[in-house]
């Protein structure tokens, strides 16, 4: 069975950084579209950055370009998303997904894990 599951999150202040994990069971990551989604309270699912399969070709949505870094660790079968500069509107449920449409991150992903909580005060 596939499997995500997602640690790192945390409390912490604006200006501060968190790395989330997000480990992987039942299938190869470098063969699925990997990346990060995030849902605040009273707002949806949004896709916030993504790594394609077989390559190192990485994108993000315009509100964390340049703060937030997604990368893969094939041999641990994990996927990374390092959060520098967080503001207090990067609070929401991080959410690791797998296998969508790389490049849109509209696309509806087949895999979710269960969330890690972020909050930025």
């Known amino acids: 069975d596939v499997q995500l599951v997602e640690s790192g999150g945390g409390s912490v202040q604006a200006g501060g950084s968190l790395r989330l994990s997000c480990a992987a069971s039942g299938f190869t990551i470098s063969w699925k579209c990997m990346g990060w989604f995030r849902e605040a309270p009273g707002k949806e699912r949004e896709g916030v950055a993504g790594?394609?399969?077989?390559?190192?070709?990485?994108f993000y949505a315009d509100s964390v370009k340049g703060r937030f870094t997604i990368s893969r660790d094939n041999a641990k079968n994990t996927v990374y998303l390092q959060m520098n500069s967080l503001k207090p509107e990067d609070t929401a449920m991080y959410y690791c997904?797998?296998?969508?449409?790389?490049?849109?991150?509209?696309?509806?992903?087949?895999?979710w894990g269960q969330g890690t909580q972020v909050t930025v005060s």
């Open positions: 997904a797998a296998d969508y449409r790389c490049g849109n991150l509209n696309s509806i992903p087949a895999y």
């Open positions: 790594v394609y399969p077989y390559l190192t070709t990485t």
